[in-house]
């Protein structure tokens, strides 16, 4: 059989919607880390290239807008999401799909409506919640609203993963005498890290980037994450665009090499654990 032959016309079309596609999603990131250089950022305008290359808004936010402080927030309640949300999910996803008892879909299904419940129908609720458990300006109190938040997308999410290992893998690590935590660390958890290196990326983008809550529930300037960092150079009459976008660019920074080092792991361990050693 032959091969299928390609027309010029799709020779030519296929490099062009690429590079269009790749103008659209990469020029907003170009005008921001672009700008973030610009020493005449104020002044830029329209203007493709920038005036200059300069680090001063940089050091502008370090030093004058306390950022460092504001990343360093950003990173300890990522991360103490990730954590959080990754063991509680996986525990949760597990119960739902291998063990059979009263009200499994009730739950199934509450997962589901909390998941289209809209954020900010949210905030009053968990503020006075909090405000009562007095965890109000506190990192611990924010952290527990974002595993809360990322919970039902990570259970549903699990739940897929652990319902396509087959039983026979972990009756067979039974028979080969392990334990259940034998079974789980050995067998389960590396056929489902690809969902929990997923669930990771969604736990962590949603707390390094919501701005809402982290407004609304930290008082202190000394506890701001870097989403609301970013708003203090936003001001009533005028806006400094230099800081601002030196400021987005160490946020995005962070999440682009986080989803680098993690999204090769996506594809792997689906059968990892089904080899026996």
Do not use: C
């Amino acid at each position: 059989m032959s091969a299928r032959r390609t027309t010029p016309a799709a020779r030519i079309g296929l490099p062009v919607a690429v590079a269009a596609l790749l103008l659209f999603t990469l020029f907003p990131v170009y005008w921001m880390i672009s700008t973030a250089l610009d020493p005449k950022a104020v002044t830029r305008g329209s203007d493709v290239l920038p005036s200059g290359i300069s680090f001063e808004h940089f050091t502008y936010v370090f030093e004058k807008g306390n950022f460092g402080t504001y990343l360093l927030n950003s990173a300890l309640v990522g991360f103490g999401t990730i954590l959080a949300a990754g063991l509680l999910s996986l525990f949760a996803a597990i119960a739902v799909a291998r063990f059979k008892f009263r009200f499994r879909t009730s739950v199934l299904i509450m997962v589901l409506i909390v998941q289209m419940v809209p954020l900010e129908a949210l905030v009053i609720p968990l503020f006075i919640q909090m405000r009562d458990y007095d965890m109000l300006n506190s990192l611990l109190g924010l952290t527990i609203v974002y595993v809360a938040l990322s919970l039902p997308f990570a259970i549903w999410t699990l739940r897929g993963f652990v319902q396509t290992v087959p039983k026979e893998v972990e009756e067979a690590a039974y028979i080969d005498g392990a334990s259940w935590w034998r079974m789980f660390r050995s067998v389960l958890l590396p056929l489902v890290a690809p969902g929990l290196v997923a669930t990771s990326i969604f736990a962590f983008i949603t707390a390094w980037n919501e701005f809402v809550f982290a407004y609304t529930f930290m008082k202190g300037s000394d506890k701001y994450t870097a989403a609301v960092g970013i708003y203090q150079f936003f001001g009533e009459n005028s806006t400094a665009w230099g800081p601002v976008m030196a400021s987005s660019t160490l946020v995005t920074v962070p999440v682009m090499i986080f989803f680098v080092i993690v999204h090769r792991k996506l594809g792997s361990g689906l059968a990892a654990g089904a080899v026996k050693g």
